[in-house]
């Protein structure tokens, strides 16, 4: 089984092997395809493979193998961006790599930004997402310092985790030298934690739920009042005798014109709410990441926060208990 955070999906969601063989023979080969389906924020940039199987007298056994998704399947490399509204700032022990040198698979598939990087020093590179944010990385050479700055909170995350995994890669692969430095590579974070910036895009979020519900509740107060006026109209129509409508009729087609325009609200405030979690999840990501550079905390340390304060942003409407037509959330918050 493959899965894959949103608004990236697999086009092989399982697949079954009749037989795997083991030693020197081929290995078996299952094709997948990975793509961006929404314009919106990716929520994670770590697809999951689950291989179930049996062995030693069908005895169930379960491998799960984790991989990164290529930076170029989320975002592209554009002429530095030098201005924005948001900016943090992550320090290393390390002398810095050049940049074009660090992103050349993603510059490779832009030549215009890669001769814009070139120019600039290798100092300074900018990549917008394919739902549009863009976020710029800007490098002190005598410090190792990089700061990055988006003009959108939640997507700095997708290219600080980047950066930093590749990094690590570069001054900790086979073949890195020590780069001005001494000791373990490591990456810090010294300024306070945007916590004010984290509880805006909550308040975003939760305020969007809030539309959301409201506009259901009232499409079902209104789908209530449709099918009462209907049963009325078709007991006078079955009377031999039929009282006066009384306006019923221009009451159900009110009622008519009010349940379409509140399913048009509520297909966009849809659209505005899986935008707001998209953002939630972002802000989650980026904030985890700051934690966990600005406490040093190691990988166990860091899975606990992650369960606890989880990255992953569901919103689902299900019916209150104890009642007919009342409806409410099961959300992050």
Not at 56 to 63: E, I, L, Q, S, T
Not at 128 to 138: D, H, N, P, R, W
């Amino acid at each position: 089984a493959v899965s894959a955070p949103p608004p990236i999906v697999a086009t092989l969601s399982q697949s079954v092997v009749p037989s795997v063989n083991g030693k020197s023979r081929t290995p078996a080969i299952v094709p997948v395809t990975v793509s961006l389906d929404g314009d919106t924020l990716p929520a994670g940039n770590t697809i999951t493979v689950t291989a179930t199987y049996l062995k030693d007298g069908n005895n169930p056994r379960v491998a799960v193998c984790h991989f990164k998704v290529p930076l170029v399947l989320l975002c592209t490399a554009i002429p530095p961006v030098k201005n924005a509204t948001y900016k943090i700032t992550l320090d290393t022990n390390r002398l810095p790599p050049s940049l074009p040198a660090l992103f050349d698979d993603v510059l490779a598939t832009a030549p215009a930004a890669a001769d814009a990087a070139r120019s600039s020093g290798g100092n300074a590179l900018s990549f917008q997402c394919y739902s549009g944010e863009v976020v710029t990385i800007l490098v002190s050479k005598n410090a190792g310092r990089y700061r990055l700055q988006s003009d959108q909170f939640e997507s700095m995350w997708v290219i600080a985790d980047e950066l930093c995994r590749r990094l690590v890669a570069y001054y900790e692969g086979p073949g890195a030298g020590a780069a001005g430095g001494t000791g373990p590579f490591a990456v810090s974070y010294t300024d306070p934690l945007p916590l004010q910036d984290y509880w805006a895009v909550i308040d975003a979020h939760f305020d969007a739920r809030g539309a959301v519900l409201e506009t259901r509740r009232q499409l079902s107060a209104r789908a209530a009042e449709f099918r009462s006026i209907q049963k009325r109209l078709l007991v006078r129509f079955k009377d031999r005798n039929p009282a006066p409508l009384g306006n019923m009729d221009a009451l159900m087609d009110a009622t008519y014109s009010d349940i379409l325009q509140l399913a048009d609200s509520w297909e966009e405030q849809q659209e505005a709410l899986e935008a707001a979690s998209a953002a939630l999840a972002g802000a989650t990501q980026l904030l985890l990441l700051l934690v966990r550079f600005c406490f040093q905390l190691d990988a166990e340390a860091d899975s606990v926060l992650r369960a606890h304060l989880s990255p992953i942003v569901e919103d689902t409407v299900v019916p209150k208990s104890g009642t007919d037509n009342e409806i409410e959330f099961h959300g992050w918050e």
